[in-house]
């Protein structure tokens, strides 16, 4: 089974830039399809970008589309989601997600999620 732990979460200013990671247990990391979505209290889990096996194809939801990049070292296990004017309406937490299954932008499309780091953006 895949364990999944972020890192890089923390407080910046509005404009700010900070650069998540998602480390895996799994050998086999590069079979499956990962993701970031992330929650906001009160608030229902949003998507946020998705990358395939390669790493060649990525997509992104509406909100972050020009901000936000996501990319996968296979070598070393890990997503990353590099985020760029970063807004306040950023803040929320933010989960990794895995699947082996086909793409997907619904949070129950993912059956691996990781414990989410806090990303807090200032005005």
């Known amino acids: 089974q895949v364990q999944l732990v972020e890192s890089g979460g923390g407080l910046v200013q509005a404009g700010g830039s900070l650069r998540l990671s998602c480390a895996a247990s799994?050998?086999?990391?590069?079979?499956?399809?990962l993701a970031w979505f992330r929650q906001a209290p009160g608030k229902e889990r949003e998507f946020v970008a998705t990358?395939?096996?390669?790493?060649?194809?990525?997509y992104y939801g509406d909100s972050m589309k020009g901000r936000f990049t996501i990319s996968r070292d296979n070598a070393k296990n890990t997503v990353y989601l590099q985020m760029n004017s970063l807004k306040p309406e950023d803040t929320a937490v933010y989960y990794c997600a895995a699947t082996p299954g086909p793409w997907g932008i619904e949070v129950n499309n993912y059956n691996y999620w990781g414990q989410g780091t806090q990303v807090t953006v200032s005005s």
């Open positions: 990358i395939n096996r390669s790493g060649d194809s990525t």
């Open positions: 799994a050998r086999t990391f590069s079979i499956y399809r």
